[in-house]
């Protein structure tokens, strides 16, 4: 089978791998570019192939970086299936009507042209068959099995073979083991290539307790000052991992009593989705299911789903904590909270995702001292502050650990899915360490199996 790389090659987004055997032709992901704003202008670059020409489609998982061009394949033609886990595709549907919103209010506020309409998300999401993990989907010549990747609800890694041919596995995101509520990662099974991520590929993330105390200080130092934290966060996963371990701090009573506000439709519907579907949780969860406890509610909590709701925020008495996305700070209603309060010296802006390259988020995670937001230059007297181990991402042990203890080495592995360090630096840590053939591909590069 022959892998070409047309997304996340030397980059964190744009996920999109092309897969060819002798008789069909298959993506793997097919996820939107994203920079300052929701969408970057390669988005609109002509795709490679032809839409019409894909059997199938298999979405690792539902962030945008993975699922955000499926509806663009549609408007071009494409009218295969696309195969996703039954989580994946309900948090799928959420991740793209909710990019629609913000690519709407983007073009309707800086007439920034829209990748496409309503009508082909909706007939995307027609196109959506669900797989459970482990069950073989056969295209063609194709076998293709999903593995639990444990990154977020739903994930999937995908194992693809060939009759008569090669064998690859497509790693989409892995998880960090110290998650709560998912299942570790799955296994890899013997393959010849892999692709795996790097977004962590040269970073180490620090321990739980160290997240916990760091999130529990920063807490506590609001509450002090009677000034507001700010939390911007990915809706799906990153959210309900910080709900979780804030149902911990509050009901055991380890934080004071603090107003903490959800600010995000899409994170308060993806809490929906997950109540769902308790077969997907690991062992911690169930027995916290089972003594009666919602873990993503506690005293003090207040879910603002409406616009009128969210604004009922500004006038509500400080201390408060914010939890708002986009996790990036390229889009959604965490903006309108910087406006307000990142000029405030009480205020702390706690990052704890990775930010890509060219965002808002970057920016203020390497403490520029003053920022364009929604149009308006403001000053950071904020305290930013950073936690590297609320990532939904393994980091560099454990996707060394990962390929390591493979039912059997690849030959070959691509890091892709990082930036140019991260990437390479992964690759050269795999050539080191396990003696195998790494490197990061370019965008457009293809290769044999
Ligand atoms: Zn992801």
Known sequence: MKITFLGSAREV???????????????????????????????FEDLRFQPADIDAVFLTHAHLDHSGRIPLLVKHGFRGQVYA??????????????????????????????????????????????????????????????????HI????????????GGSAAFSGDLGNPNSYILKPT???????????????????????????????????RVIKKKGVLLIPAFAIERTQQLLYELNHLVENRLVPPVDIYLDSPL?????????????????????????GDDMFDFPGLKQTLTKDESKTI?????????????????????????????????????I???????TLGRQLYNRQPSVMVLQERITVKATVEGIGAYSAHADQNKLLDWISSAASLPKRVFCTHGDEGAAVALATRIKQDLSINADAPHFGESFEV
């Open 13 to 43: 987004t744009g996920s999109c791998y092309l897969v060819e055997s002798k008789q069909a032709k298959i993506l793997v992901d097919c996820g939107m570019f994203q920079g300052s704003h929701l969408t970057s202008s390669k988005n």
């Open 85 to 150: 886990t039954p989580p994946t595709t309900k948090l799928a549907s959420l991740v793209l009507e909710d990019a629609f919103k913000i690519m709407r209010e983007d073009f309707e506020r800086e007439a920034r042209p829209m990748l496409y309409g309503e009508a082909d998300i909706e007939s995307a999401l027609k196109l959506f068959r669900g797989v459970d993990y482990s069950r073989d989907v056969t295209i063609k010549d194709l076998t293709i099995r999903p593995r639990d990747a444990g």
């Open 153 to 164: 609800f739903g994930s999937a890694f995908y194992e693809i073979r060939e009759q008569n």
């Open 186 to 220: 799955a296994q890899l099974g013997a393959v010849d290539a892999l692709i795996i991520e790097s977004t962590y590929g040269n970073r180490i993330h620090e321990d739980e307790k160290t997240r916990e105390s760091k999130l529990k200080l920063a807490i506590e």
């Open 267 to 291: 994170a308060i519907k993806a809490t929906k989705v997950m109540r769902e579907y308790p077969q997907y949780y690991d062992a911690d969860a169930l027995k916290l299911v089972s003594m």
């Open 314 to 350: 500004n006038e509500a008495p400080r201390p408060k904590v914010i939890i708002a996305g986009a996790g990036m700070m390229n889009g959604g209603r965490i903006l309108h909270h910087l406006v307000r309060y990142l000029g405030d010296p009480s205020t702390t802006l706690l």
């Open 352 to 358: 704890i995702g990775y930010q890509a390259e060219g």
